[in-house]
């Protein structure tokens, strides 16, 4: 007896040293902490920062702006691939739920059979047709001894999280193209307008030379230089209306409509560029407030519990079974005492030798962390820059466009004396069509910069997060990136998504 059970000691104690083992592999990413990213230097930053609104594009003053965002987050086709993709992780969650559930299945049948004598006596019922009913419940489960399954569900929640919250990028990336392709259609209408008051000048100054040609004063060169003026003029206004129908056509095609509805879009308002201060600890309140650094935080944590699900693999499990039913065989009632027929039993389960499977996919579970923990540190380390780049861009517009009105000011002053002394014979031709090539420019100038100040408010709204609101705002710094990862390292303090996920503090 002794010998019985030194032999199955033994060759318990081989299959476990012989089980899969999970030693030596781990990830390796870790979180950058968003405070050490330090950028009041270069944002000018202070505590009363207020962030844009949901409905920012309001604060630009035009009420039909107003219209065309709401209607493209209504019928653009492209927010419904985001859509889609959020019910799938839905779905791919609830599926992770079902599977940390007992199942239980239930079936009946009849069917008829000849058995042979040689198989079954005659006396038995062999030689004969016989009919056999049976009906059963079954019922199954299996024991999440180690968390593997919660862990997996988990993992499932945060994707579906992060999913849904890429779904509000979407709209919010929508918004602003709209914004920004409505103020390109506002410069095209400017740049329309100079264009035809170029031209209108350049046909004044035609007539005005050929008059003074026609009295001896100026020669037929001259002339000629005026007629070269309006043609160029008039390829300009081609280009400036060319210009206003492609903005129509970007908006249509953001407003998910055919071409005709550009058409129909009147001319933009003169846009007011959007004022906005930038909080002093920017990393930490970014976190908060960008739709995709939030959906990057959970892709971290999703990934942390799929490395927690993977590792449980390597673990024995208990699952649970059991059967009961009733079966007859010939005619007659099968719902007897001596038809019933039951089965009860556990089972244990233990990965000894899988030809590696489960440590490539542990490998494969730490890398898809790596690549979650890269991107969240890439987004987060580019969202910063972003707003910086931003800030400083916006103040640099405001004291050029300063300067270039004061040039514009200047130039037209120097057009008005110049067009005087050449209607009076005072002046060269020459003269005035140089003075007219500077106010031209400085015009030109001004639509530019003030386009390109309405353009980049727009972009730090965006980068700002577009008044994007977690549905349950994160502490001051919510995030807490720890010396570890996964192990710990990752604790994002959102409530989570439907479902009730709580980010558990237990390591992967």
């Not at 056999?132 to 499932?156: I, M, N, Q, T, V």
């Not at 309140?285 to 944590?301: F, I, K, N, S, T």
């Not at 007897?336 to 440590?359: E, H, K, M, N, V």
């Amino acid at each position: 007896m002794r010998l019985h059970l030194l032999a199955a000691a033994s060759a318990l104690t081989l299959a476990l040293a012989a089980c899969a083992s999970s030693g030596g592999l781990h990830p390796n990413g870790v979180p950058i902490d968003p405070a050490s990213l330090k950028a009041a230097h270069h944002l000018g930053a202070n505590d009363t920062a207020a962030w844009p609104d949901r409905d920012w594009w309001s604060a630009l003053g035009d009420p039909q702006l107003d219209r065309l965002i709401r209607e493209a987050l209504a019928d653009n086709p492209g927010l419904a691939v985001a859509d889609a993709r959020a019910r799938a992780a839905q779905a791919a969650a609830g599926l992770a739920d079902a599977a940390r559930r007992p199942g239980v299945n239930a079936g009946a049948a009849v069917s008829g059979a000849r058995i042979p004598t040689t198989v079954m006596p005659a006396d038995a019922g062999g030689g004969h047709f016989n009919l056999a009913s049976y009906a059963y419940g079954s019922f199954k489960w299996g024991l999440d001894l180690w968390g593997g399954k919660r862990a997996a569900w988990e993992a499932a929640l945060g994707a579906s999280r992060a999913a849904e919250v890429e779904a509000r990028a979407a709209r919010i990336e929508l918004s602003t193209n709209v914004a920004r392709a409505y103020a390109q259609l506002g410069y095209a209408f400017a740049q329309q307008d100079l264009a035809a008051g170029e031209l209108k000048r350049a046909r004044q100054s035609q007539q005005l030379t050929a008059q003074r040609v026609t009295a001896g004063i100026d020669n037929r060169i001259v002339l000629k230089q005026a007629e070269a003026e309006v043609a160029t003029d008039e390829q300009a206004v081609a280009l400036a209306d060319r210009a206003v129908d492609a903005a129509r056509s970007a908006l249509s095609v953001l407003l998910g409509k055919g071409p005709d509805r550009g058409d129909e879009i009147a001319r933009p308002r003169v846009l007011t560029p959007a004022e906005l201060a930038v909080p002093a600890d920017l990393p930490l309140e970014l976190v908060g407030h960008r739709a995709d650094l939030v959906a990057a935080r959970w892709r971290v944590e999703a990934a942390g519990k799929d490395i927690k699900a993977a590792r449980t693999e390597f673990l024995p499990n208990i699952s649970i079974g059991a059967m009961a039913g009733v079966i007859r065989l010939g005619g007659g009632n099968p719902f007897t005492l001596p038809a019933r027929f039951y089965q009860l039993g556990p089972s244990l389960s233990l990965p000894i030798f899988d030809g590696g499977r489960l440590r490539a996919n542990l490998a494969s579970k730490d890398a898809s962390y790596d690549l979650a923990v890269a991107q969240y540190n890439q987004t987060l380390v580019g969202a910063v820059n972003e707003v910086a780049d931003d800030v400083s861009a916006t103040q640099s517009l405001a004291r050029q466009l300063a300067a270039q009105q004061r040039a514009q000011a200047s130039a037209r002053q120097a057009w008005d004396l110049a067009l005087q002394r050449y209607q009076a014979g005072v002046g060269s031709y020459l003269e005035a069509l140089s003075v007219r090539q500077q106010l031209l420019a400085a015009d030109r100038g001004v639509a530019a910069l003030q386009a390109q100040q309405v353009d980049r408010s727009i972009q730090l709204i965006q980068a700002l997060g577009g008044g994007y609101r977690p549905q349950s705002q994160a502490p001051r710094g919510g995030y807490r990136p720890q010396n570890q990862a996964p192990r710990g390292g990752y604790r994002p303090q959102n409530q989570a998504p439907r479902g009730g996920y709580p980010p558990q503090a237990g390591a992967p």
